[in-house]
């Protein structure tokens, strides 16, 4: 016979009980302890989901080394808006201002995959180098039936220069174009009137055709290579089509902006270009460009060529030291 406790209880009851409430505790704590596992892991899953997810190609470098959408600090960006002010400048008057912002993104952006930093120069210049062409061709006086042909070469040139340099390696240009710049600098210094006084030497049909030859070489070398495209621009239509400093800078302008936009495409559309960084960037290109465009047209083609001669021995100087020094 089972004794009876106090108030009737049986106490083998309640001594079994204690065992059984054991296994029940134990038996709750574990289903709590996976309810609350499957809950961290329904909680955790969309998250990672989130986080592996690949980002939009406006706030993200696609190599995954840094986020566009990172802050960085005020005066860093101070120095690309002032770096994009001064490209913009240099750029319309003689090209080659991708020597000042290309070397001040890649400073601020030391971990970022190269192709989103010349994404973002080439949304910059783009903007600055069309604001120019509209000036340009507003006080000067272009052949646009030779010249629009010859944007459209460009445009074909720079297209499949950039195509080209997926399959092959453009480290070859690097030591030859030193030595083209240094050609190009000699030939101007040594001819002293090359350049100052505009004198078309085509009749409009060949003069188109050399445009279109011009455009198609020298816009495959811009998305194949770069370096100098607008003063190589500037130096062809001085040497072959006989045009003075001041209208062969207006008709690059117009070249330049096709093998801008070529090569600004194919960035785009790989998730190469940081727009919300490019409009401020673009916004101060302009502003350069601006500054620029009118002290060309006020001082004229002399201007030009000394500006001409200054950046080429600058792009001599920074390409010489990166295919024989760094």
């Not at 990172?70 to 002032?82: G, K, Y």
Request: with cysteine; glycine share 12%.
């Amino acid at each position: 016979m089972p004794r009876r406790g106090a108030g009737g209880y049986s106490l083998a009851n309640s001594q079994a009980t204690p065992g059984r409430l054991l296994k029940s505790e134990r038996s709750e704590e574990t289903s709590e302890t996976s309810t609350e596992q499957d809950g961290r892991l329904h909680d955790e899953a969309p998250k990672q989901r989130r986080r592996e997810a690949p980002l939009p190609f406006w706030q993200a470098d696609p190599n995954g080394t840094r986020r566009a959408d990172e802050t960085i600090a005020p005066m860093d960006l101070l120095l690309m808006v002032l770096a994009s002010l001064g490209a913009g400048f240099v750029d319309s008057i003689v090209g080659g201002g991708g020597l000042i912002l290309t070397p001040a993104l890649f400073a601020i952006f030391p971990q970022a995959a190269p192709a989103s930093l010349f994404g973002l120069n080439k949304s910059a210049s783009i903007c600055g180098t069309s604001f120019a062409a509209f000036q340009y061709g507003r006080r000067v006086t272009l052949p646009w039936r030779a010249l629009l042909p010859a944007a459209l070469a460009g445009l074909a040139g720079g297209f499949t220069g950039a195509w080209c340099v997926t399959v092959i390696s453009a480290d070859f240009l690097r030591k030859g174009l030193p030595l083209v710049l240094l050609v190009v600098l000699a030939y101007t210094l040594a001819r002293k009137d090359l350049g100052r006084e505009h004198a078309p030497r085509l009749a409009p049909g060949p003069e188109r055709l050399a445009a279109m030859a011009i455009g198609l070489a020298i816009g495959f070398y811009d998305g194949f290579f770069g370096p100098g495209t607008g003063s190589l621009f500037i130096f062809l239509f001085v040497r072959v089509l006989g045009y003075d400093f001041l209208h062969a800078s207006a008709a690059a302008k117009l070249l330049n902006v096709a093998t801008n936009a070529a090569a600004l495409t194919l960035f785009a559309v790989k998730g190469h270009v940081w727009w919300h960084y490019a409009v401020a960037l673009a916004l101060a290109n302009i502003a350069g460009s601006l500054l620029g465009t009118r002290l060309a047209l006020r001082h004229g083609a002399g201007f030009v060529r000394g500006m001409f001669i200054l950046v080429v021995s600058a792009l001599i100087l920074k390409t010489g030291y990166d295919a024989f020094l760094r």
